[in-house]
């Protein structure tokens, strides 16, 4: 089964960048779109990225995202850092097989 | 402005049966494809089912595959969830979400319903 791997956890400093990680079990990870939700607690989750590295509207600039074939993974990245950021971020693509793939989650904590 | 709105969760017993409507408002229904995630208490998101705009094409996972059946109606702009043999690792919160793509392995998730809580136990 296709797996979408991230850490459980991530923290940073306000002002700071983090970024986020999301491997792909098997084949490209570049083969199919990567997207990305923030989910606040007790909220539904939104989107930050889609289709790799677009931003929806209304989506700050220090959202951005990326992908690495080296490593089969991508990547959300968040720079300067605000408390609002703190979430949990899920990375979600599509697998021919279990079709709409999600990350187990990170959490990210600002501190 | 996307609207989405589920009802009909609550308490069920275990090999009960649920059913799901999620009220769309502020895009045209037809148009889109729609879809059921869902997530446990204190777990991630896991996608359920998915249908296209006109009703002919449906989706499931296979953690819901011969319970679970997916509908719209698009006269009324309502996707629903027919849920029966409900088990306990069924709990979860249940949203609606509209999908945004041009072709199904490009579709994703870009506007969600709160959400509402079935839970399955006796």
């Known amino acids: 089964n296709f797996m979408l791997t991230q850490p459980h956890s991530v923290s940073e400093s306000p002002g700071k960048t983090v970024t986020i990680s999301c491997t792909g079990s098997s084949g490209s990870i570049a083969s199919n779109y990567v997207q990305w939700y923030q989910q606040r607690p007790g909220s539904a989750p939104t989107t930050v990225v889609y289709e790799d590295n677009q931003r929806p509207s209304g989506v700050p600039d220090r959202f951005s995202g990326s992908i690495d074939t080296s490593s089969n993974s991508a990547s959300l990245t968040i720079s300067g850092l605000k408390t609002e950021d703190e979430a949990d971020y899920y990375c979600?693509?599509?697998?021919?097989?279990?079709?709409?793939?999600f990350g187990g989650g990170t959490k990210l904590t600002v501190l | 402005e996307v609207q989405l709105l589920e009802s009909g969760g609550g308490l069920v017993q275990p090999g009960g049966s649920l059913r799901l409507s999620c009220a769309a408002s502020?895009?045209?229904?037809?148009?889109?494809?729609m879809s059921w995630v869902r997530q446990a208490p204190g777990k991630g998101l896991e996608w359920v089912s998915a249908m296209g705009g006109s009703g002919r094409t449906t989706y499931y996972a296979d953690s819901v595959k011969g319970r679970f059946t997916i509908s719209r109606d698009n006269s009324k702009n309502t996707l629903y969830l027919q849920m029966n043999s409900l088990r306990a690792e069924d709990t979860a919160v249940y949203y609606c979400a509209k999908f945004r793509g041009k072709l199904w392995s490009d579709y994703y998730f870009d506007y969600w319903g709160p959400g509402t809580l079935v839970t399955v136990s006796s």
């Open positions: 502020g895009f045209t229904f037809s148009s889109f494809a």
């Open positions: 979600q693509s599509y697998d021919s097989s279990n079709l709409w793939v």
